[in-house]
Structures are given as C-alpha cells and as structure tokens.
C-alpha cells in the first residue's frame, strides 16, 4: 500500500496538503498529493510503497496540525452492493492483527448520510474479520486500528494505523455536548483541547480544583467555565462584561483589562488559556512573553487564522515559539491541532516543564 489517507476538516484539503507534503520532504520521502475541495480528506501517495507505512508508524501524529486522523491505505472500488464484506475482507487480508476496526466516513454531508449505514455494516464486516483472523474478538488497545472509510455505497479506503501514532477518537472528532450553562459555545474548543492535549490519565493532576488560571478576552466567558467547571480559581480578563453565572460561583476575579498588557503579581499561574481576535504573530508573542518570565505552567490559546496560506502562518508561528523557547533554554512540550470546534483558528497547547530563573529574575 502505498497511499496514506488522511482525514481533515473540509475545506482545509490544500492546508493537509501542504503540512504533510513538508514533514515528507524534511524526510526526504517522495510522493504526491491527491486532494478534492471539500472532501473532507486527502491522500499523500508515496513513490516508494513501503514508506507509506514508515510515515503513520514513525512521523509523529501529534506534530500534524491539519490532520485529523491517518492510516496508511488502498482505495476498493466498485464493491458488490451484495457483498461488500467479502471484498473488504479480501483487500485486508494480508494486514497486522488488528485490535480495534472503525468503520467511518469522511466529515461531510454525503459522509453523514452514510453514517447509520457504517454502524450496521461494522456488525457483520466484524464477524467476518475475527473469523478471518484478521481483527480480534475483543478491542485491544496495543494492536493496530483497521480503518474503512467509505466514500460512497460502493467504494471506501482500508487501511491501518497504529494505535501509539493516531487519534484515539472515531473519525478523530471527540463527542462532546453544549453545556446548557455555558455562556457561549466556544466554550466547546477549550473542552476539546483538554480532552486532546492532556492525556485522560493525566486530568486528575493536570486539572485539579484549586489551581488558579487566567482567561484572557475572557468576555463572556466560554473558556472561564471550562475553568471554573473544574474547580479552578480564575482571573477573568477583557473590557467587556462577563456572564453573571460565572460571577456568582465566587471563582471568577473579573479585571477590566487589555489581554495584551495584563501580567499577573506572582509567578503561580496554572493554566493561561486565550481566544483572542488578533493576528497570530501578535498572539504567538504574548505568548512566549508569558512562558519566558515564567508566569504560568500551561497555555492553551488560539492563533485565529489568514483567509490564504494558512499553513504558511501556522508554521510561521510555530516556529518562532521554538525558536525563542529553545533559545532561553526552557523545557516545554507543544502540540497544535486544527480542532473539530475550531473554525479558521487553530489551538495550541503548551506545557512549559522548566525555566531557567536567570531568565526573568
């Protein structure tokens, strides 16, 4: 198999594109790119077959931006609308022992009218694999994931992914539900970004009641209540006015304030979480700002994007906070995502491990 498929969000195909085209070549891996608008998808096609395989096993999944999930794969066509089992079951007769098959679509509207259809034919396409030796009875989380991903009643991409190297959700979109309380719905991007970005066995420590965070242009407060839920203390930060509930929960300290120029009195922030409507550059900066003086142990923010080259202005400011991090020495892990509630923003998250105290003293 030679082609590796890639899901994204629809309209961002050139973006995935243009990602994995670069960590390809930073690889020196040959191949090409087949991309529709608004598929939902892409397929990266490696010259040479084998490498297919080396890019979803070795290249580290969390460093893709654009993707959702991957897996490396072939196109079945065509299919018998009778008998679709049996030629899935051929195509993937020669994979890994799989511990775990999704059977999905694409995020679009074709690929949601297709959905109901995937939940029954997993049933029999399961019983045929296991019987196949080719998926286990029972889910295991340590073996690959077999992937089908239909494009249509007749055709679908197959594949596998590894389970260490890949989204742990289906269709890489967690599920999560619009609290009824919650002043605005941004307050699912910040929900998304935890569920992402710090592992499940990690919440009790990471995410403790009683730590203290900062929302900055936190109005009216989306991203405070995904603090205040949580138990946390929080310095709200923005002109504007904040929602009442989140007031009466006597967590929340509102400042009047500019984001851009606020700076806490101590150096024990938690978390720093922020969606402010500003260039990416600018936000990249007030960033690295705040993990150089070390004001605070975690960040998640947004750098809201440009309508062309996107993927250009990603990187852009990827960079630069690799870059200024690594040159004051600090120790600090980052991940980015185009999330399933972002729109044309992207989220980073940041977790600053040490830093030198000659850097700020």
């Known amino acids: 198999m030679s082609a590796i498929v890639i899901y994204c969000r629809p309209g961002f195909e050139n973006d995935c594109a243009a990602e994995i085209s670069h960590h390809a070549a930073l690889r020196e891996i040959g191949g090409f790119v087949k991309a529709k608008d608004n598929s939902g998808y892409i397929t990266f096609n490696c010259y040479d077959p084998l490498e ?39 195509a993937v007769a020669e994979f890994p022992l799989c511990g775990e098959l999704r059977v999905e679509t694409p995020d679009t509207n074709d690929g949601k009218e297709l959905q109901k259809f995937c939940k029954k034919f997993s049933v029999p396409l399961r019983k045929a694999l296991v019987a196949q030796e080719t998926l286990l ?31 742990p959700f289906y269709m890489g979109i967690p599920r999560l539900r619009m609290p009824k309380d919650a002043p605005s719905r941004s307050t699912l991007k910040l929900d998304e970004a935890f569920h992402v970005f710090v592992p499940k066995d990690e919440h009790e420590s990471r995410l403790q009641p009683g730590m203290r965070g900062v929302d900055l242009g936190a109005c009216p407060g989306g991203w405070t209540y995904q603090l205040v839920r949580r138990g946390m203390m929080v310095q709200a930060i923005d002109n504007g006015p904040m ?3 989140l007031m009466e929960t006597g967590q929340v300290k509102h400042k009047r304030e500019d984001g851009f120029k606020f700076r806490p009195d101590k150096r024990n922030i938690d978390w720093l979480v922020c969606d402010m409507v500003e260039k990416p550059i600018k936000v990249a900066n007030l960033m690295i700002d705040w993990a150089v003086n070390g004001f605070v142990k975690e960040q998640i923010f947004n750098l809201k994007l440009p309508m062309k080259k996107r993927f250009d202005a990603v990187y852009q400011c990827l960079n630069l906070i690799h870059e200024e991090l690594t040159k004051y020495n600090i120790k600090y892990e980052l991940q ?12 980073v998250h940041i977790q600053i491990l040490k830093v030198p105290q000659n850097v700020y003293s």
């Open 52 to 90: 297919a395989e080396v890019v979803v096993r070795k290249l580290p999944f969390k460093e893709m931006v654009f993707a959702r999930q991957w897996f490396v794969g072939q196109l079945v066509d065509k299919m018998p609308i009778e008998d679709r089992v049996s030629a899935i079951s051929s």
């Open 137 to 167: 009875a029972n889910e295991v989380k340590n073996r690959p994931v077999l992937h089908v991903m239909f494009l249509s009643n007749s055709a679908a991409y197959v594949g596998f992914s590894y389970s260490y190297n890949n989204s």
């Open 243 to 245: 929602a009442e509930s």
């Open 336 to 347: 980015a995502k185009h999330l399933y509630h972002d729109r044309e923003e992207i989220t």
